[in-house]
């Protein structure tokens, strides 16, 4: 099956500054999903991409797809407390209904 | 109405037990997937239902048992569990579509504890 890693496996950050975590995959994707799951949460959908170099925005979340299709980030401008919680990229098999997690980066703030 | 509700929320059950855990959703979504989920790693794929039929089994245990009585419905069966089987188990549901993917709502999970 795919497998897709992430960077950073953690991240402390100051209230306010900026933070990016990247999803890298060895083989060709058909999408890419970003899910938030805040400490003792579950899995929410942040949002999807699907068509290369795709750059999305969500407020202060910037979300892009690789050229190849085999990369994407998540970037957070400015992080604020809310921000706290585990990130995870996640890829679906084209005519699967399977959903495959990456490994997550996990975000703590510092006030 | 996007929401999937799971049940038990808390569950603390001994290996000789059988208990279930259930999972409801009303948004018409036709797949439905169980995802069992350790501390501070990524949920893992356990089982997916498309139109009540099971489509996905990754290799678990026969101690769980999944069951999709109707659409709406799904339910987990468990009997025999080891201590390593205590997780997040969450419940999902999608459309199950052949396109390029599509959103998966997920329920808030029934934490598992087996003593």
């Known amino acids: 099956g795919q497998q897709v890693m992430q960077i950073p496996q953690y991240q402390h950050v100051q209230e306010g500054e900026d933070f990016t975590t990247y999803c890298n995959s060895s083989t060709t994707l058909s999408n890419i999903q970003w899910y938030k799951q805040r400490p003792g949460g579950h899995p929410v959908f942040l949002i999807q991409?699907?068509?290369?170099?795709e750059v999305k925005k969500q407020k202060r979340l910037t979300f892009q797809f690789g050229e190849a299709k085999k990369n994407s980030s998540l970037h957070i401008t400015a992080t604020q407390t809310t921000d706290v919680g585990t990130y995870f990229c996640?890829?679906?098999?084209?005519?699967?209904?399977?959903?495959?997690f990456g490994t997550g980066t996990r975000l703590t703030i510092i006030p | 109405d996007t929401e999937v509700t799971q049940t038990p929320k808390h569950l603390v059950m001994g290996m000789t037990n059988k208990k279930s855990l259930k999972c409801e959703q009303h948004?018409?979504?036709?797949?439905m997937y169980w995802y069992k989920q350790k501390a501070k790693k990524p949920p893992e794929l356990m089982f997916v239902y498309s139109y009540e039929k099971l489509s996905i089994n990754e290799s678990v245990p026969s101690r769980f048992s999944p069951e999709c009585p109707n659409s709406s419905l799904l339910n987990l069966h468990l009997h025999a569990l080891q201590p390593e089987d205590s997780a997040l188990y969450l419940c999902?549901?999608?459309?199950?579509?052949?396109?390029?993917?599509?959103?998966?709502?997920f329920g808030e999970g029934s934490w598992l504890t087996v003593v």
């Open positions: 996640a890829t679906r098999d084209f005519g699967n209904e399977k959903l495959t």
């Open positions: 991409l699907v068509k290369s170099g």
């Open positions: 999902a549901s999608s459309t199950p579509d052949r396109s390029s993917g599509n959103t998966i709502y």
């Open positions: 948004m018409g979504h036709r797949a």
